[in-house]
């Protein structure tokens, strides 16, 4: 099912969030974050419709973890994504051999984006955490969480990305749903 959306206010955002969708080739584009605070759940995608469906789920917007590329670019590569079936935590990394496919009750969600396996000019690092021994988070912003502690454990470095080229400061508008097909 497709959905389709109105927006009255044509904010910056919203006009970042149809870039996105309509973005091909080896542009770069937002890794969004989201976090539902009833269940300390975080979601990320690049993805218009995901951001959507987050939504709808109970997510709201955090920030923009850094840009991606949708597709293989020289010198990156793909940042797994799985969810645990129980649990859905969304646990993503570049060493397919960490799961597998599919280990420890994760499923394989696909490919999330292209990243740096190592640094490269003007790329930050992905500091991955694991949070009360079930669910990851990942952050360009070490302030945020540090080396860890209480029940936040630091796990690695999951990659490189740019920092963020656009404002992240959430949305400032209502889209709103007009019609699905």
């Known amino acids: 099912m497709v959905k389709f959306y109105s927006c009255s206010c044509f904010t910056s955002f919203c006009i970042i969030f149809i870039l996105t969708y309509v973005t091909s080739g080896s542009t770069l584009v937002p890794w969004y ?96 955490y694991l949070f009360n021994q079930f669910r990851h988070i990942y952050t360009t912003n070490w302030n945020e969480l540090g080396g860890g502690g209480g029940d936040v454990e630091y796990e690695s470095v999951a990659g490189y990305v740019y920092p963020q080229q656009i404002d992240s400061s959430g949305p400032t508008c209502c889209l709103t749903p007009t019609s699905s097909s």
């Open 33 to 128: 974050r989201y976090f539902a605070g009833r269940n300390s759940k975080h979601f990320y995608s690049t993805l218009l419709l995901d951001i959507y469906e987050a939504a709808d789920r109970g997510f709201n917007f955090t920030d923009i973890v850094g840009s991606v590329y949708i597709n293989p670019v020289t010198g990156t590569s793909a940042l797994h994504h799985y969810a645990h079936d129980s649990n859905e935590d969304a646990f993503y990394t570049l060493n397919w051999g960490e799961l597998e496919g599919g280990n420890m009750n994760y499923v394989y969600k696909g490919i999330a984006c292209y990243i740096f396996e190592i640094p490269t000019t003007g790329t930050v690092p992905i500091h991955r």
